[in-house]
């Protein structure tokens, strides 16, 4: 909670004696970590029995600064002093889904292949800026990307698809995320995607395919302490 940046996510678990629970219900490991700015991580896991939006609120209670998270609307009402940074690899993850949707014939040239031309340019921007310190990456990305991620907006706006389509949840996304999309922009320290809570994440999700499930949320509760201890 003294760290400035931090990043956010969370997973299903299937626990089969939740009380006032089915036992093919979801529950959730959720994932709290701190950013790349720091010399030694820590990476937390936190068991819930749903996904409701008080859990974030009331982990990072006292937090202030940035919140690397994914689109999930949960995280956008945390209080004030925390300011929600959005992912790029789930826009990019979007328009690339919505050009293999296409036929291969009408994938080049397409809507949504430009989505993701801009996307892939952003990423590639990144990408030279990333020895940089903080306080130049921060002027280089004004400098460098700036005018990507407005270009690409104003492209999106002139953009229509049915909102069930591949290419309408593409946009829908981008529109609906923009000013947290945008807020990586705020701070040097701060990462385009939040792929780093992603992998940290990855090691339950990989072991869940083996132990499939908890038995009980006591079980559910040590695993993540035992994970967050191995972390």
């Known amino acids: 909670m003294n760290r400035e940046v931090l990043h956010a996510d969370e997973t299903t678990l299937q626990v089969l004696r939740e009380p006032g629970k089915k036992p093919q219900s979801k529950s959730y490991m959720w994932l709290y970590r701190t950013g790349g700015d720091t010399e030694h991580p820590i990476v937390l896991y936190e ?6 939006r008080e859990h974030p609120k009331e982990f990072l209670a006292g937090f202030r600064g940035y919140l690397h998270t994914d689109g999930y609307a949960g995280y956008h009402d945390l209080p004030e002093g925390i300011t929600v940074v959005g992912c790029w690899a789930h826009a990019r993850r979007y328009f690339d889904e919505a050009v293999k949707s296409l036929p291969k014939g009408k994938q080049s040239g397409s809507s949504a292949a430009t ?3 801009w996307c892939t340019k952003l990423f590639q921007e990144e ?3 990333a020895e940089l310190p903080p306080e130049e ?3 280089k990305r004004l400098e460098r990307e700036k005018p990507i991620l407005d270009a690409l907006f104003s492209w999106a706006e002139t953009r229509q698809a049915a909102p069930r389509s591949a290419l309408g949840k593409a946009l829908h996304y981008l529109k609906e995320q923009r000013p947290y999309l945008m807020n990586y922009l705020k701070d040097g320290r701060l990462e385009l995607s939040n792929n780093r809570a992603e992998r940290s994440i990855k090691p339950f999700v990989i072991d869940r395919k083996n132990f499939l499930f908890a038995n009980m949320p006591g079980g559910a509760q040590g695993s993540a302490v035992i994970f967050s201890l191995i972390e």
């Open 137 to 139: 990456r921060y002027e």
């Open 115 to 117: 989505g993701l031309a």
């Open 127 to 129: 990408k030279k800026l």
């Open 47 to 52: 068991y819930q029995p749903d996904r409701k």
